[in-house]
């Protein structure tokens, strides 16, 4: 999966927040998570360490797995696509 196409991944995953009823807190997990998503696929790959990203991404999947099962495929499919490349 190239890059452009996590970055149409994270355009639905914040569409799908948007929608959702979440907390403020949730909210600000994950655009923090988004940043450091977006970080990691820039050109510099900024101070962001994956290890540390993929586990947010994968407590917060486990967070919303059954309150939110359309935001946690979108952020699933994210997490996996990350895998793939070796992030």
């Given at each position: 999966?190239t890059?452009s196409?996590?970055?149409?991944?994270l355009?639905k995953?914040r569409?799908?927040?948007q929608?959702?009823?979440?907390?403020?807190?949730?909210?600000?997990l994950?655009?923090?998570?988004?940043?450091?998503?977006?970080?990691?696929?820039?050109p510099?790959?900024?101070?962001?360490e994956?290890?540390?990203?993929?586990?947010r991404?994968?407590?917060?999947?486990?967070?919303?797995?059954?309150?939110?099962p359309?935001t946690?495929?979108?952020?699933?499919?994210?997490?996996?696509?990350?895998?793939?490349?070796?992030?």
């Amino acid at each position: 999966m190239t890059n452009s196409e996590i970055q149409n991944l994270l355009i639905k995953l914040r569409n799908e927040i948007q929608d959702s009823q979440l907390d403020a807190e949730t909210r600000r997990l994950m655009r923090d998570l988004d940043s450091d998503i977006h970080n990691l696929l820039g050109p510099e790959k900024a101070e962001v360490e994956t290890a540390s990203v993929l586990k947010r991404a994968r407590e917060i999947e486990a967070d919303f797995e059954s309150d939110h099962p359309t935001t946690v495929n979108i952020l699933r499919e994210v997490i996996e696509a990350l895998a793939r490349m070796g992030i």
